[in-house]
């Protein structure tokens, strides 16, 4: 068999991702346990990587005039090589594993960096190239709110249950 060619990882700063399915959540496009998304590639990059056997996703324009969005579907593998995923807010980063990872779901992102990792692939004489998640930045886009009341500290948990007691009516008969 001959030698295949060592093909660097993909570097992709300031990108955005559509379909994110970091949960694993079964869908009507996705099956359970199957964590992925796609992100945006440039149309330069699209076609690089098209021509090279990547997986590349072209979505028409939504609107007249508007030019076509370029994805590459990613696959986020836990295993003998999990990805490095940090999520990324005023108060510093944050490494995620398998179990926290899902928050990217539904965080609003305001910048995304990321590195992915080719694997070649063959199934009856048919060849291309999977992309997978090697490692993540995610600078999570923060409210007005989150920002305003950031340095205000953390009630405990005693704290919180105990203005909950008081606010109870005395009246109230108990069950």
């Known amino acids: ?102 928050i990217l779901d539904w965080a609003e992102p305001k910048n995304v960096d990321a590195i992915i990792r080719p694997s070649r692939w063959e199934v009856d004489g048919k060849t291309g190239i999977k992309a997978y998640l090697k490692a993540i930045y995610f600078t999570m886009q923060e409210s007005a709110l989150d920002l305003k009341y950031a340095d205000v500290p953390d009630a405990p948990d005693s704290a919180a249950s105990a203005l909950v007691e008081a606010q109870k009516n005395p009246f109230e008969e108990e069950e």
């Open 1 to 102: 068999m001959p030698q295949r060619e060592w093909i660097e990882p993909l570097l992709l700063e300031d990108r955005r991702l559509l379909f994110r399915n970091f949960s694993g959540e079964p869908s009507k496009f996705n099956r359970e346990g199957d964590r992925n998304f796609n992100i945006t590639l440039t149309a330069d990059e699209a076609e690089r990587l098209d021509k090279e056997g990547w997986n590349v996703k072209t979505l028409p324009p939504r609107e007249e005039g508007d030019e076509p969005l370029h994805t590459l579907p990613v696959r986020v593998f836990y295993g003998r090589t999990s990805p490095t995923a940090v999520l990324i807010t005023h108060k510093g980063k944050t490494q995620l594993d398998e179990s926290m990872i899902s």
